[in-house]
């Protein structure tokens, strides 16, 4: 599967963007998908997971309440919209797939990666 992320840009604190991943191919809704993020100097971290139907979502705890992820199926394309931006959140998003069973946390249990998309939030 092919992941094409966009959506990343340069915002204000407070401010709010949504993140789009379309996916090539035509099983899609086979895999869990995930957002991660990496910044400068830091590890790529977990952000948010769907599982395959979208029924079920996962947070890290520092974007709960802010960021929310969704997907749609019928346009192979995962999406997350990021409310109340702070400039902590400044760094290169990717969206992953998997297909485990469970949405994982841990970036090795992603075999495929868009390229990322580079998100700034000023103060």
């Known amino acids: 599967v092919q992941l094409q992320a966009s959506g990343g840009g340069l915002v204000q604190a407070g401010a709010s963007l949504r993140l789009s991943c379309a996916s090539s191919?035509?099983?899609?809704?086979?895999?869990?998908m995930a957002w991660f993020r990496q910044a400068p100097g830091k590890e790529r971290e977990f952000v948010a997971g769907?599982?395959?139907?979208?029924?079920?979502?996962y947070y890290a705890d520092s974007v709960k309440g802010r960021f929310t992820i969704s997907r749609d199926n019928a346009k192979n394309t995962v999406y997350m919209q990021m409310n109340s931006l702070k400039p902590e959140d400044t760094a290169v998003y990717s969206c992953?797939?998997?297909?485990?069973?469970?949405?994982?946390?841990?970036?090795?249990?992603?075999?495929?990666w868009g390229q990322g998309t580079l998100v700034t939030v000023s103060s």
């Open positions: 769907i599982s395959r139907s979208g029924t079920s979502t």
């Open positions: 191919g035509r099983t899609f809704s086979m895999y869990v």
């Open positions: 992953a797939a998997s297909r485990t069973v469970w949405v994982e946390q841990r970036k090795d249990e992603y075999p495929y």
